[in-house]
């Protein structure tokens, strides 16, 4: 066998073996996106602390999450240290939250579909 046979075997191989490689990387690559997709959207969290006037944390304080595009609304009782946290909420809708204890209730605060957060940490202050 020639010479310029042997080189050009062996450049031959390595394109196949460049291409062969590339279209696992290709695949690999659809697989994650497809993966990703199947999982749905970015969903987003809310979480803080009931706290009184005086700043003290409100244990049994109710915790309303009221979704703006179905009308929705849950609810959640504060913990020992006055925390609260809502999952699963979609990027699209817009959500109002507020806290009410022994008849007193916060401000309501707004969770705006075009803010880019995932992630909120919002503390309720009930007031006198």
């Known amino acids: 066998m020639k010479r310029t046979d042997l080189l050009l075997r062996s450049f031959t191989g390595r394109v196949i073996l460049a291409s062969c490689s ?29 706290v009184d006037a005086e700043g003290t944390a409100v244990k049994g304080a109710v915790v309303y999450l009221k979704d703006d595009h179905s009308l929705a609304v849950k609810s959640y009782f504060s913990d020992d240290a006055g925390g609260y946290r809502f999952g699963q ?7 109002e939250i507020w806290a009410e204890s022994n008849g007193k209730k916060s401000g309501v605060k707004t969770i705006s579909s075009f803010d880019n957060k995932n992630q909120f940490y919002i503390d309720l202050k009930i007031g006198k």
């Open 22 to 50: 590339l279209m696992t990387v290709f695949g690999a690559v659809q697989s994650i996106s497809a993966v990703a997709e199947q999982r749905g959207p970015v969903q987003r969290v809310v979480q803080g602390k009931v």
């Open 89 to 95: 909420l979609v990027q699209n809708t817009d959500y």
